[in-house]
């Protein structure tokens, strides 16, 4: 199975969950990740400031961060990097891995009404008469 490698921009967690206020980005992209990990798929994160020795080894890495941090977070499918600059979605990082995205099945409809019936009678100048 792929493994999938974050090289995230240096700050305090991955979840996006500590401090004054929560980024809702890396909350969504925590819990995408939990996901694919559910999925079976390995995926390793780095921060840059907890895990510098990663960035410096990875030689796309760091020859990526030549142009600076603002490429970060990249994300890593073997050697290549495929997401720069970007946390990717859900669906893109089932794609990486190779990884079919199901979706629920849609919420059932209600009835159709009987022509010319709205909620509580026949329907009058194109609009139903509601109760």
Do not use: H
């Not at 796309?60 to 490429?71: F, N, P, Q």
């Not at 073997?78 to 079919?100: F, N, Q």
């Amino acid at each position: 199975m792929t493994t999938i490698r974050v090289f995230d921009p240096a700050m305090c967690c991955s979840t996006g969950v500590c401090g004054p206020s929560v980024d809702p980005e890396l909350a969504r992209f925590a819990a995408d990740v939990a996901w694919l990990e559910g999925q079976g798929v390995t995926v390793e994160r780095y921060n840059l400031s907890q895990q510098p020795g990663a960035f410096a080894e990875t030689a796309v890495v760091r020859e990526a961060l030549e142009r600076g941090t603002e490429i970060l977070p990249l994300v890593l499918v073997g050697d290549r990097i495929a997401v720069e600059g970007a946390y990717p979605s859900r669906e893109t990082l089932a794609a990486l891995a190779g990884v079919l995205v199901t979706r629920a099945a849609e919420a059932p409809r209600p009835p159709e009404r009987a022509e010319g019936g709205g909620c509580c009678g026949p329907k009058s100048a194109g609009k139903s008469r509601c109760c």
